[in-house]
Protein backbone atom coordinates (compact mmCIF):
# COMPACT_ATOMS: atom_id res chain seq x y z
CA UNK A 1 0.00 0.00 0.00
CA UNK A 2 3.24 2.51 0.86
CA UNK A 3 4.12 2.12 -2.80
CA UNK A 4 0.93 3.07 -4.71
CA UNK A 5 0.38 5.95 -2.01
CA UNK A 6 2.30 8.28 -4.56
CA UNK A 7 0.27 7.17 -7.21
CA UNK A 8 -2.70 7.92 -6.12
CA UNK A 9 -1.95 11.25 -4.20
CA UNK A 10 -0.88 12.31 -7.97
CA UNK A 11 -3.76 11.48 -9.34
CA UNK A 12 -5.51 13.50 -7.29
CA UNK A 13 -3.61 16.44 -7.94
CA UNK A 14 -4.05 16.01 -11.61
CA UNK A 15 -8.29 16.23 -10.66
CA UNK A 16 -7.64 18.98 -8.78
CA UNK A 17 -5.51 20.63 -10.65
CA UNK A 18 -8.27 19.75 -14.07
CA UNK A 19 -11.58 20.90 -11.58
CA UNK A 20 -9.92 24.10 -10.56
CA UNK A 21 -8.63 25.45 -13.85
CA UNK A 22 -10.07 28.93 -14.70
CA UNK A 23 -12.66 29.07 -17.57
CA UNK A 24 -11.42 30.97 -20.08
CA UNK A 25 -12.29 33.75 -21.89
CA UNK A 26 -14.63 33.95 -24.76
CA UNK A 27 -12.79 33.74 -28.20
CA UNK A 28 -13.27 36.78 -30.81
CA UNK A 29 -15.16 35.40 -33.77
CA UNK A 30 -12.77 34.91 -36.65
CA UNK A 31 -13.26 36.71 -39.64
CA UNK A 32 -10.92 34.56 -42.33
CA UNK A 33 -11.45 31.38 -40.94
CA UNK A 34 -8.70 28.70 -42.05
CA UNK A 35 -9.67 26.77 -45.30
CA UNK A 36 -10.53 22.94 -44.92
CA UNK A 37 -8.21 20.73 -46.58
CA UNK A 38 -9.33 17.57 -47.86
CA UNK A 39 -7.64 14.12 -46.88
CA UNK A 40 -5.56 12.72 -49.83
CA UNK A 41 -5.21 9.39 -50.49
CA UNK A 42 -2.00 7.80 -48.88
CA UNK A 43 0.11 5.17 -49.95
CA UNK A 44 -1.50 2.60 -46.92
CA UNK A 45 -4.93 3.50 -48.90
CA UNK A 46 -3.97 3.01 -52.19
CA UNK A 47 -1.72 0.04 -53.19
CA UNK A 48 -0.92 1.38 -56.57
CA UNK A 49 0.90 4.33 -54.92
CA UNK A 50 4.02 3.79 -54.27
CA UNK A 51 5.01 3.73 -50.40
CA UNK A 52 7.53 6.80 -49.07
CA UNK A 53 8.70 5.43 -45.68
CA UNK A 54 9.71 9.09 -45.09
CA UNK A 55 6.28 10.56 -44.64
CA UNK A 56 4.75 6.67 -43.03
CA UNK A 57 5.94 4.67 -40.43
CA UNK A 58 6.31 1.13 -41.41
CA UNK A 59 3.74 -0.07 -38.77
CA UNK A 60 0.79 2.68 -39.57
CA UNK A 61 -2.22 1.71 -40.45
CA UNK A 62 -4.03 4.25 -42.41
CA UNK A 63 -7.23 2.06 -42.69
CA UNK A 64 -8.21 3.41 -38.35
CA UNK A 65 -10.27 6.69 -39.06
CA UNK A 66 -10.28 9.23 -36.23
CA UNK A 67 -13.20 10.47 -36.09
CA UNK A 68 -16.67 7.93 -36.67
CA UNK A 69 -17.76 10.74 -39.10
CA UNK A 70 -14.65 10.59 -41.60
CA UNK A 71 -15.10 9.32 -44.86
CA UNK A 72 -15.25 5.32 -44.73
CA UNK A 73 -12.67 3.27 -47.12
CA UNK A 74 -12.77 -0.53 -47.86
CA UNK A 75 -11.53 -2.49 -44.27
CA UNK A 76 -11.29 0.79 -42.47
CA UNK A 77 -12.39 0.90 -38.93
CA UNK A 78 -12.96 3.46 -36.18
CA UNK A 79 -12.63 2.73 -32.48
CA UNK A 80 -13.55 5.64 -29.89
CA UNK A 81 -10.56 6.46 -27.76
CA UNK A 82 -8.97 8.87 -30.48
CA UNK A 83 -12.03 11.06 -30.31
CA UNK A 84 -12.13 10.94 -26.42
CA UNK A 85 -8.01 12.72 -26.35
CA UNK A 86 -9.60 15.37 -28.43
CA UNK A 87 -12.43 15.90 -26.85
CA UNK A 88 -10.18 15.74 -22.85
CA UNK A 89 -7.52 17.72 -24.87
CA UNK A 90 -10.17 20.46 -25.94
CA UNK A 91 -12.36 20.53 -23.00
CA UNK A 92 -8.76 20.69 -20.63
CA UNK A 93 -6.54 22.63 -21.85
CA UNK A 94 -7.83 24.55 -25.31
CA UNK A 95 -11.25 25.48 -24.51
CA UNK A 96 -12.16 25.83 -28.42
CA UNK A 97 -12.22 23.77 -31.45
CA UNK A 98 -8.87 22.25 -32.70
CA UNK A 99 -8.04 24.67 -36.50
CA UNK A 100 -5.28 24.20 -37.58
CA UNK A 101 -3.10 26.48 -39.44
CA UNK A 102 -2.86 27.77 -42.11
CA UNK A 103 -5.32 24.91 -43.93
CA UNK A 104 -7.52 23.12 -41.21
CA UNK A 105 -8.04 19.70 -41.65
CA UNK A 106 -11.35 17.55 -42.66
CA UNK A 107 -10.47 14.99 -39.70
CA UNK A 108 -10.37 17.98 -37.28
CA UNK A 109 -13.41 19.51 -38.65
CA UNK A 110 -15.04 15.86 -37.46
CA UNK A 111 -13.50 15.20 -34.36
CA UNK A 112 -14.83 18.79 -33.26
CA UNK A 113 -18.08 17.57 -33.85
CA UNK A 114 -17.65 15.71 -30.68
CA UNK A 115 -20.35 12.99 -32.31
CA UNK A 116 -19.08 10.84 -29.64
CA UNK A 117 -18.61 11.74 -26.44
CA UNK A 118 -18.23 10.08 -22.71
CA UNK A 119 -21.44 9.26 -21.59
CA UNK A 120 -21.41 6.85 -24.29
CA UNK A 121 -19.63 4.23 -22.42
CA UNK A 122 -19.79 3.03 -19.48
CA UNK A 123 -16.46 4.26 -16.85
CA UNK A 124 -15.28 0.60 -15.74
CA UNK A 125 -14.69 -0.38 -19.76
CA UNK A 126 -11.94 2.44 -19.75
CA UNK A 127 -8.94 4.68 -18.05
CA UNK A 128 -8.28 8.30 -18.92
CA UNK A 129 -6.03 10.67 -17.94
CA UNK A 130 -3.33 13.64 -18.68
CA UNK A 131 -0.58 15.51 -17.37
CA UNK A 132 2.38 17.67 -18.17
CA UNK A 133 4.96 15.51 -19.45
CA UNK A 134 7.30 14.93 -16.22
CA UNK A 135 8.85 10.50 -15.77
CA UNK A 136 6.24 9.89 -12.68
CA UNK A 137 3.39 10.00 -15.15
CA UNK A 138 4.60 7.25 -17.33
CA UNK A 139 4.33 4.82 -14.06
CA UNK A 140 0.82 6.30 -13.18
CA UNK A 141 -0.29 5.28 -16.42
CA UNK A 142 1.40 1.62 -16.44
CA UNK A 143 0.26 0.83 -12.74
CA UNK A 144 -3.09 2.05 -12.96
CA UNK A 145 -3.97 -0.04 -16.96
CA UNK A 146 -2.25 -2.77 -14.73
CA UNK A 147 -4.43 -2.47 -12.08
CA UNK A 148 -7.95 -1.93 -13.82
CA UNK A 149 -7.68 -4.02 -16.95
CA UNK A 150 -4.31 -6.32 -15.88
CA UNK A 151 -3.22 -4.84 -19.56
CA UNK A 152 0.30 -3.30 -20.69
CA UNK A 153 0.51 -0.58 -23.14
CA UNK A 154 2.09 -0.63 -26.73
CA UNK A 155 2.39 2.48 -26.92
CA UNK A 156 3.50 4.02 -24.19
CA UNK A 157 7.42 3.41 -24.37
CA UNK A 158 6.90 4.97 -28.62
CA UNK A 159 7.38 8.19 -26.74
CA UNK A 160 11.25 9.54 -25.20
CA UNK A 161 10.39 8.88 -21.46
CA UNK A 162 14.24 9.73 -21.14
CA UNK A 163 14.02 13.59 -21.98
CA UNK A 164 11.09 13.57 -19.71
CA UNK A 165 11.55 16.46 -16.68
CA UNK A 166 11.66 14.88 -13.20
CA UNK A 167 9.09 16.87 -12.06
CA UNK A 168 6.52 20.06 -12.90
CA UNK A 169 9.17 23.04 -11.60
CA UNK A 170 11.08 22.05 -14.84
CA UNK A 171 8.33 23.96 -16.20
CA UNK A 172 8.58 27.66 -15.91
CA UNK A 173 5.10 30.00 -15.58
CA UNK A 174 4.15 31.61 -18.81
CA UNK A 175 6.93 29.62 -21.00
CA UNK A 176 6.71 26.42 -23.07
CA UNK A 177 4.26 23.40 -21.22
CA UNK A 178 4.06 19.64 -22.77
CA UNK A 179 1.05 17.30 -22.20
CA UNK A 180 0.82 13.89 -22.65
CA UNK A 181 -3.07 12.36 -22.75
CA UNK A 182 -3.57 8.72 -22.81
CA UNK A 183 -6.38 6.53 -22.94
CA UNK A 184 -7.30 3.05 -23.03
CA UNK A 185 -10.48 0.72 -23.79
CA UNK A 186 -10.86 -2.70 -22.84
CA UNK A 187 -13.97 -4.93 -23.12
CA UNK A 188 -14.48 -9.13 -22.99
CA UNK A 189 -17.73 -10.04 -23.49
CA UNK A 190 -19.11 -13.78 -24.01
CA UNK A 191 -21.89 -15.52 -25.62
CA UNK A 192 -24.42 -17.40 -23.62
CA UNK A 193 -23.99 -20.78 -25.60
CA UNK A 194 -21.11 -21.28 -27.87
CA UNK A 195 -22.17 -20.49 -31.74
CA UNK A 196 -21.60 -23.83 -33.98
CA UNK A 197 -18.07 -23.65 -35.91
CA UNK A 198 -18.19 -24.10 -39.65
CA UNK A 199 -15.64 -25.59 -42.22
CA UNK A 200 -13.45 -23.18 -44.07
CA UNK A 201 -15.14 -21.71 -46.62
CA UNK A 202 -14.94 -19.13 -49.04
CA UNK A 203 -15.54 -15.30 -48.30
CA UNK A 204 -16.79 -12.95 -51.22
CA UNK A 205 -16.16 -15.37 -53.60
CA UNK A 206 -12.59 -15.06 -53.87
CA UNK A 207 -11.20 -15.43 -50.25
CA UNK A 208 -10.37 -19.53 -49.50
CA UNK A 209 -9.95 -21.42 -46.47
CA UNK A 210 -12.23 -18.36 -43.93
CA UNK A 211 -13.27 -19.67 -40.53
CA UNK A 212 -16.54 -19.13 -39.67
CA UNK A 213 -19.37 -19.71 -37.14
CA UNK A 214 -23.05 -20.68 -37.56
CA UNK A 215 -26.54 -21.59 -37.20
CA UNK A 216 -28.25 -23.75 -39.59
CA UNK A 217 -30.73 -27.05 -38.91
CA UNK A 218 -28.65 -28.87 -36.37
CA UNK A 219 -27.42 -26.25 -34.21
CA UNK A 220 -28.56 -26.13 -30.65
CA UNK A 221 -31.84 -23.87 -30.60
CA UNK A 222 -30.88 -21.79 -27.99
CA UNK A 223 -28.35 -20.42 -29.93
CA UNK A 224 -31.18 -18.74 -31.63
CA UNK A 225 -32.07 -16.31 -28.56
CA UNK A 226 -28.65 -14.94 -29.23
CA UNK A 227 -29.95 -13.53 -32.41
CA UNK A 228 -32.47 -10.72 -32.89
CA UNK A 229 -33.03 -9.33 -36.71
CA UNK A 230 -32.87 -5.88 -37.28
CA UNK A 231 -34.10 -6.80 -40.79
CA UNK A 232 -34.34 -8.68 -43.89
CA UNK A 233 -34.97 -7.05 -47.01
CA UNK A 234 -33.44 -9.47 -49.32
CA UNK A 235 -30.53 -11.96 -49.79
CA UNK A 236 -28.19 -9.14 -49.86
CA UNK A 237 -29.71 -6.85 -47.55
CA UNK A 238 -29.92 -7.72 -43.57
CA UNK A 239 -28.75 -6.49 -40.48
CA UNK A 240 -28.42 -8.49 -37.12
CA UNK A 241 -27.76 -8.35 -33.51
CA UNK A 242 -25.56 -10.94 -31.62
CA UNK A 243 -26.46 -10.54 -28.10
CA UNK A 244 -24.06 -11.77 -24.97
CA UNK A 245 -23.93 -12.02 -21.27
CA UNK A 246 -22.74 -8.66 -20.87
CA UNK A 247 -25.33 -6.47 -22.53
CA UNK A 248 -23.11 -5.55 -25.25
CA UNK A 249 -24.31 -6.19 -28.99
CA UNK A 250 -22.41 -7.27 -31.92
CA UNK A 251 -24.46 -5.51 -34.91
CA UNK A 252 -23.40 -7.13 -38.11
CA UNK A 253 -25.29 -5.54 -41.21
CA UNK A 254 -24.93 -6.45 -45.12
CA UNK A 255 -25.19 -3.92 -48.39
CA UNK A 256 -26.01 -1.25 -46.23
CA UNK A 257 -23.02 1.16 -46.52
CA UNK A 258 -23.13 5.30 -46.48
CA UNK A 259 -19.86 7.88 -46.64
CA UNK A 260 -19.33 7.35 -42.69
CA UNK A 261 -19.44 4.85 -40.12
CA UNK A 262 -22.20 7.09 -38.61
CA UNK A 263 -24.35 8.02 -41.72
CA UNK A 264 -24.06 3.88 -41.93
CA UNK A 265 -25.08 3.47 -38.31
CA UNK A 266 -27.98 6.00 -39.07
CA UNK A 267 -29.14 4.09 -42.04
CA UNK A 268 -29.46 0.57 -40.37
CA UNK A 269 -30.89 2.16 -37.45
CA UNK A 270 -33.88 3.56 -39.60
CA UNK A 271 -34.22 0.29 -41.35
CA UNK A 272 -34.74 -1.23 -38.87
CA UNK A 273 -37.57 0.39 -37.41
CA UNK A 274 -39.19 0.51 -40.93
CA UNK A 275 -39.22 -3.28 -40.70
CA UNK A 276 -41.67 -4.85 -38.95
CA UNK A 277 -42.13 -8.28 -39.81
CA UNK A 278 -40.16 -11.12 -38.11
CA UNK A 279 -38.10 -9.64 -35.77
CA UNK A 280 -36.68 -12.53 -33.96
CA UNK A 281 -34.57 -15.70 -36.02
CA UNK A 282 -36.77 -18.74 -36.49
CA UNK A 283 -36.41 -22.16 -37.16
CA UNK A 284 -35.91 -20.74 -41.01
CA UNK A 285 -33.59 -19.06 -40.42
CA UNK A 286 -29.45 -19.55 -41.29
CA UNK A 287 -26.28 -17.27 -39.74
CA UNK A 288 -22.84 -17.73 -40.91
CA UNK A 289 -20.11 -15.03 -39.05
CA UNK A 290 -16.33 -15.23 -40.19
CA UNK A 291 -14.16 -14.85 -37.01
CA UNK A 292 -12.17 -11.67 -36.57
CA UNK A 293 -8.42 -11.05 -35.70
CA UNK A 294 -6.36 -7.86 -35.82
CA UNK A 295 -3.92 -6.01 -33.98
CA UNK A 296 -2.88 -2.58 -35.63
CA UNK A 297 -1.27 0.81 -34.41
CA UNK A 298 -2.46 3.97 -36.19
CA UNK A 299 0.11 7.29 -36.34
CA UNK A 300 -1.89 10.49 -37.49
CA UNK A 301 1.29 12.21 -38.90
CA UNK A 302 -1.39 14.26 -40.87
CA UNK A 303 -1.67 16.42 -37.55
CA UNK A 304 1.85 17.00 -36.97
CA UNK A 305 3.95 20.25 -37.95
CA UNK A 306 0.67 22.47 -37.65
CA UNK A 307 -0.17 25.15 -35.13
CA UNK A 308 -3.48 25.80 -33.85
CA UNK A 309 -4.43 28.34 -31.12
CA UNK A 310 -6.59 27.76 -28.02
CA UNK A 311 -9.14 30.53 -26.83
CA UNK A 312 -6.35 32.52 -25.02
CA UNK A 313 -4.25 32.71 -28.40
CA UNK A 314 -1.78 30.41 -27.01
CA UNK A 315 -0.10 28.52 -29.85
CA UNK A 316 -0.02 24.79 -29.51
CA UNK A 317 1.53 22.07 -31.68
CA UNK A 318 0.84 18.79 -32.00
CA UNK A 319 4.23 16.43 -31.50
CA UNK A 320 2.78 12.57 -31.57
CA UNK A 321 -0.38 11.00 -32.04
CA UNK A 322 -1.15 7.69 -32.03
CA UNK A 323 -4.01 4.75 -31.44
CA UNK A 324 -4.33 0.83 -31.40
CA UNK A 325 -7.02 -1.16 -31.75
CA UNK A 326 -6.84 -5.31 -31.36
CA UNK A 327 -10.33 -7.05 -31.42
CA UNK A 328 -11.18 -10.76 -31.90
CA UNK A 329 -14.65 -12.21 -32.30
CA UNK A 330 -15.47 -16.27 -32.82
CA UNK A 331 -17.68 -18.45 -31.00
CA UNK A 332 -17.53 -18.08 -28.17
CA UNK A 333 -16.12 -14.43 -27.60
CA UNK A 334 -15.63 -10.92 -28.30
CA UNK A 335 -12.72 -9.18 -26.93
CA UNK A 336 -11.30 -5.44 -28.06
CA UNK A 337 -8.67 -3.26 -26.56
CA UNK A 338 -7.73 0.40 -27.85
CA UNK A 339 -5.25 2.90 -27.31
CA UNK A 340 -4.97 6.20 -27.71
CA UNK A 341 -2.05 8.74 -26.76
CA UNK A 342 -1.66 12.51 -27.88
CA UNK A 343 1.75 14.13 -26.70
CA UNK A 344 1.37 18.26 -27.64
CA UNK A 345 3.27 21.14 -26.47
CA UNK A 346 2.33 24.64 -26.11
CA UNK A 347 4.18 27.93 -26.63
CA UNK A 348 4.06 31.08 -26.07
CA UNK A 349 1.15 33.15 -26.48
CA UNK A 350 0.99 34.95 -30.26
CA UNK A 351 -1.49 36.53 -32.51
CA UNK A 352 -2.28 34.54 -35.18
CA UNK A 353 -2.33 35.35 -38.68
CA UNK A 354 -5.32 33.02 -39.23
CA UNK A 355 -46.58 -18.51 -45.39
CA UNK A 356 -45.19 -20.55 -46.79
CA UNK A 357 -41.64 -20.95 -45.12
CA UNK A 358 -39.57 -18.19 -46.20
CA UNK A 359 -35.70 -18.74 -45.76
CA UNK A 360 -33.17 -16.18 -44.70
CA UNK A 361 -29.78 -16.67 -44.79
CA UNK A 362 -27.73 -14.24 -42.80
CA UNK A 363 -24.68 -15.10 -44.43
CA UNK A 364 -21.96 -12.52 -43.79
CA UNK A 365 -19.72 -14.08 -46.35
CA UNK A 366 -19.58 -10.86 -48.50
CA UNK A 367 -18.11 -7.48 -47.34
CA UNK A 368 -19.80 -6.29 -44.13
CA UNK A 369 -20.21 -3.45 -41.61
CA UNK A 370 -19.75 -4.42 -37.60
CA UNK A 371 -20.32 -2.46 -34.77
CA UNK A 372 -20.10 -2.47 -31.05
CA UNK A 373 -22.79 -0.94 -29.08
CA UNK A 374 -23.82 -1.18 -25.06
CA UNK A 375 -27.40 -1.81 -24.95
CA UNK A 376 -28.80 1.53 -23.15
CA UNK A 377 -26.48 3.49 -25.20
CA UNK A 378 -27.00 5.83 -28.55
CA UNK A 379 -24.27 5.33 -30.45
CA UNK A 380 -21.50 2.42 -31.31
CA UNK A 381 -18.25 2.66 -30.05
CA UNK A 382 -16.35 0.70 -32.33
CA UNK A 383 -17.12 -0.20 -36.10
CA UNK A 384 -15.19 -1.67 -38.80
CA UNK A 385 -15.59 -2.40 -42.97
CA UNK A 386 -14.59 -5.97 -43.74
CA UNK A 387 -14.00 -6.18 -47.60
CA UNK A 388 -10.81 -8.23 -47.69
CA UNK A 389 -10.93 -10.63 -45.20
CA UNK A 390 -7.59 -11.69 -45.08
CA UNK A 391 -6.31 -8.51 -43.73
CA UNK A 392 -8.80 -10.03 -40.29
CA UNK A 393 -7.84 -13.60 -39.85
Known amino acids: MKKLLPIIVFSLLILTWCDNTPPPEPIKQINNPAPIQEPTESPIDNPDIPSDDTTLIKQSDNRILSSIDDRIRADSMWCW ?3 LLWNETIDKLI ?28 EDSYFLTYWLFVKPLKKIIEDWIKEKFDETSSIINLLDWDSAPDDES ?9 YVF ?35 DDSNYELRSQVKVLYYNSEDDFAVILKTNEWE ?7 TIEDSFMNTYKEIIAKSEKYDWKKYFSDDDYLKVPNLSL ?12 NFYDSLWNRWEILKALQTIEFDLDANWWRIKSEAMMYLALDSAIWPVFEEPEYRYFYFNKPFTIFLKEENKQIPYFAARIVDITKFQ
Open 182 to 216: YTMLKKVFKFAKTFDNLDPAKFDEKYDNIKYFWID
Open 295 to 306: NVLREYNEFYDK
Open 170 to 178: WYPDGGRKE
Open 95 to 122: HTDIVFRPQQLVQAENLNKKTFTKDQLS
Open 81 to 83: TFQ
Open 249 to 255: EVILSRW
